[in-house]
């Protein structure tokens, strides 16, 4: 879905920006701390790591900072800064536009001609995933470049890498083209502090503008099964034609056998073809057809098929062999003409009926990857994954790359279970509940690297309800949030972890914006962790929280309780509240609740409240907050009365920032204490209080 806040009208604060030089100058003294984040055990791995052992992490993180939070996933992540490498290190650095802030921990490992990284495995595996970035071609479009993989100096395979998929410039909704200049002269960018097209003289942007989406990742099968303690190289040969290739993760995975079922319709005796050369479209069709008829499953064996359209699925059961082996590819084709709903292309994908046609009904996929081949972002394109309407179903288990959106669901529709999935380099969101969802589960999904929102619900004219997103992780989102909420009625949001969100958005999301139904009834946002997030929101120019709140369409005044996240290592605040400029005399936030919260590292405060509104807190312990515990701007009347925005003390609240207990006495109950842009400020993390330790300690944070 779109995501752009534009023009000056979008500032919340009401006070002149400043200038691009100063902007950054913030954002590199909020990562000067980082590389005592990153170099220490809570994010590189358990103290006394003997060198050249494997690391394993999860978000960059030692695993015991999110035991219980999260996607449970097959495969142990190894971050390549961990690693034994010839190569240099990227960042760390949480700037937007840069490799360092896209990558996982906000630290890579570049390679030139020659260099190596090199990891030990965790335990056995005979399959690896890379994560990964390359250059562009000079006027887009992406290269190709080889990457050598050895285990214990034997069995070379060449991986050929690709850009192709990767690196967007410019302004939303981007360009492919590292040339061009900007899409929107007409709205107001930080980089100058202006509007260009209303600037006399108009400003000159350098290229490439806004460069961002820079990673990838690719799979491959080993052949074999490798010991625990085998060492896997990543070497880029010599004469490679990338100047650098920069390695962010390592992914390693005992992959079991293919799935095997005799008893259903196999698409092979149908006429597909396993090795990708001709479009299997048809047979799966006929496939499906002849399923129904006999009410059998659906069986796809190991293999590549090409497929270049939807395929409707409605009362199916389509069973791959795993995502490993069955891989569903297809090209982005341009259509003749575009379709009613907007669509210039269409590609590879799994759809139910529209819900207009009344959707589709007991539906399950299970066991498959989908490969799209989507390189641009056009928000009419009906190009993702899966799509339509699906009630009374499940997608479990599969592994959706490079399309648009790699689950976008259009109500109205109920009960359906999403589990096990992975979904990773997409252009825009990784999941959308979009229209009228009710009574679904999201459930331990991985998505990383998505273009926009990771998990999202949006309840634009039908309400989304009764809907639950649990124990998924979303990392690197490069755009937007890990997970947003728009409107809706008693929703929850549980047990998930989310890490590294890059610019425009947050790890948390709830706002009442882009045409969402009110929120009603409940949201419960309980046991999340979130790390190394909140980032600078460019167009306002001032830093977001790990969590955070927008009225701009609507009040926000449903029934919200926040119980059991931790926050850690926040770039700016923990919490944010927040109402757009042009209504913040009309929509407040109010009716939250805090409760048994952990705040580990800030780089301003725990709190920053830029509405009218109310809320409490109750029991929630911050360690290193690096400003005043409470910067409560209100709406910036700055009446004699107080802020707009009132805090009510309920119990147990300690931990201090700069001058005293975070949530003091004297900021109660609407205290103003507004600082609009308070400076960042170094700190370093207490893996203790996520731990569960909730003795008194001081502040480590030092002036910016």
Request: include cysteine; glycine fraction near 12%.
């Amino acid at each position: 879905m779109s995501r752009s806040t534009t023009g000056a009208s979008a500032r919340p604060s009401g006070r002149t920006p400043r200038g691009s030089a100063a902007a950054v100058a913030a954002m590199t003294a909020a990562t000067v701390g980082l590389s005592v984040l990153a170099g220490g055990t809570a994010l590189a791995g358990p103290s006394g790591q003997a060198a050249g052992a494997p690391v394993v992490t999860r978000a960059a993180l030692d695993p015991s900072l999110v035991a219980g939070r999260g996607a449970a996933v097959d495969f142990a992540e190894q971050e390549a800064e961990n690693a034994t490498t010839t190569g240099t290190q990227v960042g760390p650095d949480r700037t937007a536009y840069t490799l360092a802030a896209e990558a996982s921990g906000r630290r890579a490992v570049k390679l030139t001609p020659g260099q190596y990284v090199e990891f030990t495995l965790p335990a056995a595996a005979n399959a690896i995933n890379v994560r990964y970035s390359i250059p562009d071609a000079p006027d887009g479009g992406g290269i190709t470049a080889p990457l050598d993989v050895t285990v214990n100096g034997k069995n070379r395979t060449t991986m050929t890498l690709t850009s192709q998929y990767a690196w967007l410039y410019n302004q939303y909704p981007f360009s492919n083209d590292p040339k061009a200049g900007l899409l929107h002269p007409d709205w107001w960018i930080t980089e100058c502090g202006c509007v260009p097209s209303a600037t006399t003289p108009a400003p000159t942007v350098a290229t490439p503008f806004r460069p961002n989406h820079a990673y990838d990742e690719q799979r491959l099968l080993l052949g074999r099964t490798y010991r625990g303690g085998d060492k896997v190289r990543l070497a880029v040969p010599a004469g490679s034609n990338a100047a650098s290739t920069v390695i962010d993760l390592l992914d390693t995975q005992l992959v079991g056998l293919p799935h095997v079922n005799l008893a259903a319709a196999n698409v092979l005796a149908f006429g597909a073809d396993p090795f990708g050369r001709r479009d299997s479209a048809d047979a799966i069709d006929r496939a499906i057809a002849f399923a129904k008829r006999n009410h059998l499953k659906v069986y796809i064996p190991p293999g590549t098929y090409q497929v270049n359209r939807h395929i409707i699925v409605d009362d199916v059961t389509i069973e791959g062999a795993g995502s490993w082996y069955t891989i569903i590819k297809g090209h982005q084709v341009t259509l003749a003409t575009p379709s009613a709903d907007g669509s210039v292309h269409t590609g590879v994908g799994f759809y139910g009926k529209d819900a207009s046609a009344g959707g589709s009904n007991n539906v399950h996929l299970s066991g498959f990857a989908i490969e799209g081949d989507v390189r641009e972002r056009i928000d009419t394109d009906q190009v993702n994954g899966i799509g339509g309407s699906m009630s009374n179903s499940t997608i479990d288990g599969l592994y959706i790359h490079h399309t648009k959106v790699g689950l976008w669901f259009d109500g109205p529709m109920t009960n359906l279970k999403i589990t096990k999935n992975v979904i990773a380099d997409q252009i825009a969101d990784g999941l959308n509940f979009h229209t009228g969802v009710t009574h679904s589960l999201v459930s331990n999904n991985f998505v990383r690297n998505s273009g926009d929102d990771g998990l999202a619900m949006w309840s634009e004219k039908t309400e989304d309800a009764d809907n639950t997103f649990d124990h998924n992780t979303v990392q690197t989102p490069v755009l937007a949030n890990g997970i947003a909420i728009y409107g809706g009625t008693d929703n929850t949001v549980s047990n998930n972890l989310v890490a590294d969100p890059v610019r425009e958005g947050s790890a948390i999301h709830v706002g009442s914006r882009f045409g969402a139904e009110p929120f009603t009834g409940h949201l419960w946002i309980t046991d999340n962790t979130t790390v190394r997030a909140g980032t600078q929101e460019l167009n306002w120019n001032i830093g977001l929280g790990a969590i955070w709140f927008y009225a701009l369409d609507k009040n926000i005044d449903a029934d919200i309780r926040v119980t059991g996240d931790h926050y850690l290592d926040s770039t700016y605040n923990a919490v944010m509240l927040v109402a757009d400029w042009p209504v913040k005399d009309l929509y407040s936030v109010t009716n939250l609740h805090f409760k048994d919260i952990k705040v580990d590292g800030t780089g301003t405060s725990v709190l920053s409240a830029r509405a009218a509104g109310s809320a409490t807190f109750e029991n929630v312990d911050a360690r290193n907050v690096g400003a005043v515990g409470v910067n409560n701007c209100g709406t910036f009347h700055f009446s004699q009365t107080g802020s707009e925005f009132a805090l009510t003390d309920l119990g147990g609240n300690d931990g201090g920032g700069t001058t005293g207990p975070w949530l003091a006495p004297w900021e109660l109950p609407n205290t103003i204490t507004c600082d609009d842009r308070p400076p960042y400020a170094c700190v370093s993390l207490d893996p203790g209080l996520s731990r569960g330790s909730r003795g008194p300690r001081s502040a480590s944070a030092t002036g910016a």
